[in-house]
């Protein structure tokens, strides 16, 4: 059988499910595996994101700035030596990608998230740092850059507020929020501001919670304390909180609060703050449109042996 006839995992049988690597892993490291999805950091999703710097190509992808915040690559390394053991050659880092990330977003949201993953991708040969950082969205677009963006990949103003409500787990680097800490009243709560600046002052580029409510009761009760009882005993909970954070001003990049900027944005943001269940659904389905954009047009495919690696290195 060939891997673009392979269905849903069929290949990953229940004790090889990619879920139960993520277990052997601190939940911390969840949010990354959710993140490296996204198709926005892996340009059509062929794991091209995955490769590591070689000498001939020394700038692949994971090296740009505007991916700062990857991680869990050492998890899926384990997650394809577990597969590889039992089916060499069959399933895809792509693949495995997705599957993580569906694992990943059912963990953090108990279920509540949930979706089939097909599979069958393949993973790609290119991989080049300068397309990444020309290519990717950056936090400090505009709501009319940010519409464009997805727009360009065929997602709606829709898509973009319900994806982005993935904000609602996992962290941020200060030099990913560097704008937030000067922004005026109207756009971030001061005393949220004063939060983030006291964090960001405390190392050369600390991370900081995505979401409030990850934060440290200390944090808070310094500098919001009417904020104490919404913070939440289990950390990385993904759920539609994001939107009631954005309607208080009380997000952590640019690019969150720009969502507020446009009519039918903010209508969404609205309607997904009213409604989790339906932003549990919606974001379901984003994730598997996201999963089924096709390679960058015109690249080759593979199924690397290793993630980090194509196959002829
Ligand atoms: C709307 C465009 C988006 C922008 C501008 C954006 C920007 C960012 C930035 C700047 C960070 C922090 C990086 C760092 O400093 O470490 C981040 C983290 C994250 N993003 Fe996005 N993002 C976007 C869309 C998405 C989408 C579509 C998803 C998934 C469906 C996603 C999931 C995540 C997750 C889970 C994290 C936390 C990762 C971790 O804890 O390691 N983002 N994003």
């Known amino acids: 059988m060939s891997v673009q006839q392979l269905?849903?995992?069929q290949h990953i049988?229940?004790?090889?499910?990619?879920?139960?690597?993520?277990?052997?892993?601190?939940?911390?490291?969840?949010?990354?595996?959710?993140?490296?999805c996204d198709w926005l950091k892996c340009l059509g999703c062929d794991a091209s994101v995955l490769l590591d710097p070689t000498p001939e190509n020394p700038h692949t992808e994971k090296t740009a700035p505007i991916n700062i915040g990857l991680a869990a690559f050492d998890l899926l390394d384990d997650i394809k030596a577990a597969v590889e053991d039992r089916c060499p050659g069959v399933v895809s880092c792509a693949d495995?990608?997705?599957?993580?990330?569906?694992?990943?977003?059912?963990?953090?949201?108990?279920?509540?998230?949930?979706?089939?993953a097909l599979a069958g991708r393949l993973d790609g040969v290119h991989s080049h740092a300068a397309e990444a950082q020309q290519d990717l969205p950056d936090s400090t677009f505009t709501i009319a850059e940010l519409i464009q963006n997805f727009k360009r990949k065929n997602f709606t103003i829709e898509e973009l507020v319900i994806l982005s409500g993935a904000h609602a787990v996992g962290v941020g680097h200060c030099s990913s929020l560097r704008a937030r800490l000067t922004a005026p009243a109207d756009q971030i709560l001061p005393a949220y501001r004063g939060l983030l600046a006291g964090k960001c002052a405390k190392g050369p580029d600390p991370i900081v919670p995505n979401n409030?409510?990850?934060?440290?009761?200390?944090?808070?009760?310094?500098t919001i304390p009417g904020f104490l009882p919404k913070l939440r005993k289990v950390k990385d909970f993904l759920d539609n909180s994001y939107y009631h954070n954005n309607l208080a001003r009380i997000v952590t990049f640019n690019s969150d609060?720009?969502?507020?900027?446009?009519?039918?944005?903010?209508?969404?943001?609205?309607?997904?703050?009213d409604n989790g269940t339906l932003w549990d659904e919606d974001f379901s389905d984003s994730l598997v449109k996201l999963s089924k954009l096709p390679m960058p047009h015109g690249s080759k495919g593979e199924i690397r042996k290793m993630c980090r690696f194509v196959n002829h290195h």
């Open 257 to 273: 609060w720009q969502l507020l900027t446009e009519k039918e944005a903010r209508g969404h943001v609205h309607e997904y703050a």
């Open 212 to 222: 409030i409510r990850d934060e440290d009761a200390g944090a808070v009760a310094a």
């Open 96 to 116: 495995i990608l997705i599957f993580a990330a569906r694992d990943a977003a059912s963990l953090l949201s108990n279920g509540h998230v949930h979706f089939d």
């Open 7 to 9: 269905k849903g995992n």
């Open 13 to 36: 049988s229940d004790p090889d499910r990619a879920i139960i690597m993520l277990c052997k892993y601190r939940r911390n490291d969840f949010p990354c595996t959710l993140q490296l």
